[in-house]
C-alpha cells in the first residue's frame, strides 16, 4: 500500500513536471513565434528597401545613361554640322575662285585684244584715235609694260596733235579767221594743257577771243599769263593785249595798270613805245 501511494507521488509529480515543461516549452513557442515574427518584419522591411534603392539605383542609371546618350547626340550633331559648314564654306570658296579665274581669262583676252588694236592704232599713226581709244586702254589689265609704252605712244600723240592745231591756229590768224583760229587753238589745248607751246596757245586763244569781241573771256588767260608764264615774250605779249582787252571793255584803271606794269618791267620790249603813247591818251581822256 505504501509503494502504491510512492507511485502515485511519483506519477503526480511526473505529470505535474510534464505540465510544466508543456507550459514552459509553450512559452517558449510563443516567444520564438514572437521572434520570428519580429525577425519576418524586419526581413520584409529590408526587402522593401532594397527594392526601393534597386528601382531608384535603376531610375538614377537610366537617367544617366539617357544624359551621356544626349550629350554624345550633340557633340556628334556639332561636329556633323561644324564639318558641313565647313564644306560649305570651302564649295563657297572654290566656286568664288573659280568665278574670278573665270573672270581675269575673260578680262585678260579683251585686254590682249583691245592691246593689239590699240597697238595697230600706234603702227598707223592714227594720232587723234590714240587719244580717244587711250581712256578705255589704261582702264584694261595689261602688263606694266604695255601700259607704258601705250602712255609714251598716247603722249607723242597729244604733242603732235597740239603742236599742228596750234600751228593750224596761227595759220588761220594769219588770215584773220579768228573763228576758226580760236577753235584750232582750243584743240591744242584739249590735246596737251600743260605741254612747251601751251603758253603761246593760251596767247594765240586770247588775242582770237579779243578779235571775235570777247575780251573778257580773253582777260582771264591774258592775266595768268603776264603773271605766271617765264617767257618775258610772251609776258610782254599778254601785259599788251591784256590792256587792250581791258580798254574794249572801258576798264580804264586797268587798262593803265597793265600798260605801266608793261612800261617798267619791259622797259626795253617793241611794245614799250605803244604803252606809253596809251598811257598818255589814258591819263588825259580819263
Do not use: C
Not at 92 to 118: G, M, N
Not at 143 to 155: I, R
Not at 224 to 232: E, N
Not at 234 to 256: G, H, P
Request: aromatic share 6%; no cysteine.
Amino acid at each position: 500500500m505504501h509503494e502504491v501511494d510512492d507511485e502515485l507521488r511519483d506519477i503526480k509529480r511526473e505529470i505535474i513536471e510534464s505540465r510544466g515543461l508543456v507550459i514552459k516549452t509553450n512559452n517558449l513557442t510563443n516567444a520564438l513565434s514572437a521572434d520570428i515574427k519580429s525577425i519576418a518584419k524586419r526581413q520584409g522591411g529590408y526587402e522593401r528597401r532594397i527594392s526601393w534603392n534597386s528601382a531608384t539605383a535603376y531610375v538614377v542609371f537610366v537617367l544617366v545613361v539617357f544624359v551621356a546618350l544626349k550629350f554624345a547626340w550633340d557633340a556628334r550633331v556639332d561636329a556633323i554640322r561644324a564639318e558641313t559648314d565647313q564644306k560649305t564654306s570651302e564649295n563657297t570658296r572654290l566656286r568664288t575662285e573659280s568665278r574670278e579665274t573665270e573672270k581675269r581669262d575673260e578680262d585678260r583676252a579683251r585686254a590682249e585684244q583691245k592691246a593689239a588694236q590699240f597697238y595697230e592704232l600706234v603702227r598707223q599713226g592714227k594720232r587723234i584715235e590714240i587719244v580717244e581709244a587711250y581712256e578705255g586702254i589704261k582702264k584694261e589689265p595689261v602688263t606694266k609694260a604695255e601700259q607704258a609704252v601705250f602712255a609714251d605712244a598716247v603722249e607723242r600723240a597729244r604733242n603732235e596733235l597740239a603742236a599742228a592745231s596750234y600751228e593750224q591756229g596761227l595759220d588761220k590768224a594769219r588770215v584773220q579767221r579768228w573763228q576758226e583760229a580760236a577753235s584750232a587753238f582750243e584743240d591744242s589745248l584739249k590735246y596737251k594743257d600743260a605741254s612747251t607751246i601751251a603758253p603761246n596757245v593760251h596767247l594765240g586763244l586770247a588775242d582770237a577771243y579779243r578779235h571775235l569781241g570777247r575780251p573778257r573771256d580773253a582777260i582771264p588767260i591774258l592775266t595768268q599769263l603776264s603773271d605766271a608764264s617765264q617767257d618775258r615774250e610772251i609776258q610782254d605779249d599778254a601785259l599788251r593785249l591784256l590792256a587792250l582787252s581791258q580798254m574794249d571793255i572801258e576798264a580804264w584803271n586797268e587798262a593803265k595798270s597793265s600798260w605801266r606794269t608793261l612800261i617798267h618791267r619791259f622797259p626795253d620790249s617793241h611794245f614799250t613805245p605803244e604803252a606809253k603813247l596809251q598811257l598818255l591818251q589814258l591819263q588825259a581822256m580819263h
